[in-house]
């Protein structure tokens, strides 16, 4: 467990979630620096979501404290998330498949054109985050019709639209072909050479140890340890899963 700071990003401290009586997590720690790469790595089960939902809000802990950029933050629920610059994309999109992508990000926005949607505006910041980042999306695409890997695209682009700082990646290429996951991983490595920090959870070593800066292993809901990626072979962070 670091010392609270605004170096960091995200810091979690001591964080229990208790499903009734069963505990999904149990005192624990994570400490993500600003603009880095940070792989949960761990097994089916290890408490890698259930964390990450607590940050997003969508759960509450039961005991611990998160601090965004060394500040304690109460996040009750997503809303709260956004506002404080955290965005997730779940491992089950949460798009809706009949609008269009543009639809898809402003829904739900105050428009400042009321009763009218400022598609015109967002379809414009959509090709600009698509340019930064390299997500290429069309903003006029029916969310239905396009291929998983951009669906994907538009989520991140939706939580970049809203304002994320930092960027949940809930085993985002469980529904890619290699070849998408290996433009996923560009992405991800662009987005924090611009400044954003990515949380990236997967259960696969290899590809932690290749794209993250850091990598905290969890198993049975605590938090085994945070290494460096390069630091250990891979055999030592097999045997730490
Ligand atoms: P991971 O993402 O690492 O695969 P999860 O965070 O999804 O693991 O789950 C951690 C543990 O908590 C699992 O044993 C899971 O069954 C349990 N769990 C997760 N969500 C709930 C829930 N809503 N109710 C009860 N148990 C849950
Ligand atoms: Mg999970």
């Known amino acids: 467990m670091a010392t609270v700071s605004s170096d960091y990003a995200v810091q979690m401290h001591g964080i229990t979630k208790r499903f009734g009586a069963f505990y999904a997590l149990k005192d624990m720690n994570l400490d993500v620096k600003k603009g880095s790469i940070h792989s949960l790595l761990g097994e089916n089960g290890a408490g890698k979501s259930t964390l990450m939902n607590v940050l997003y809000g969508l759960y509450q802990a039961d005991e611990g404290e998160i601090y965004i950029g060394g500040k304690k933050t109460d996040i009750k629920n997503p809303n709260a998330a956004i506002a404080n610059g955290i965005g997730m994309v779940h491992q089950h999109f949460m798009l809706i498949p009949e609008l269009s992508v543009v639809e898809n990000l402003v829904l739900g926005r105050r428009s400042r054109r009321e009763p009218f949607l400022d598609l015109e505006e967002a379809s414009e910041e959509i090709r600009k985050l698509s340019e930064m980042y390299g997500l290429d999306v069309d903003p006029k695409a029916k969310v239905c019709d396009l291929p998983v890997g951009s669906q994907q695209r538009v989520e991140i682009i939706k939580a ?20 998408e996951a290996e433009h ?13 920090t990515v949380i990236f959870i997967t259960h696969k070593l290899m590809e932690a140890r290749d794209l993250a800066h850091n990598i905290t292993i969890l198993r049975n809901g605590k938090t085994i340890v945070t290494v460096p990626a390069r630091e250990k072979s891979n055999e030592e962070l097999a045997q730490l899963m």
Do not use: F, H, M, W
């Not at 700082?165 to 469980?174: G, K, Q």
């Open 184 to 196: 996923l991983g560009t992405v991800i490595r662009t987005l924090s050479e611009q400044g954003k």
């Open 160 to 179: 970049l639209y809203r304002g994320a700082n930092v960027l949940i990646l809930d085993e985002p290429t469980a529904v890619l072909a290699p070849q």
